[in-house]
């Protein structure tokens, strides 16, 4: 947080590598009426013995 008490979006940067790493995507939708929302998505891979 910076001196007013603000977050300075470490958090979301680390959030947005770990995803992006994993070939995964982050949005983020944002209104007044109805705040924010982040959406995350990952890649789903099969478990074992799970065919095709």
Same mark, same amino acid.
């Given at each position: /947080?910076?001196? $007013? ?5 470490? +958090? ?8 992006? $790493?994993?070939?995964?995507?982050? /949005?983020?939708?944002?209104? $007044?009426?109805? +705040? ?12 074992? +013995?799970?065919?095709?």
């Amino acid at each position: /947080m910076d001196r $007013a008490g603000r977050s300075v979006g470490l +958090g979301l940067y680390i959030v947005r590598s770990i995803v992006e $790493a994993h070939g995964g995507r982050i /949005m983020v939708q944002s209104t $007044a009426e109805e +705040g924010t929302t982040f959406t995350v998505r990952l890649v789903r891979l099969p478990g074992p +013995g799970v065919r095709d």
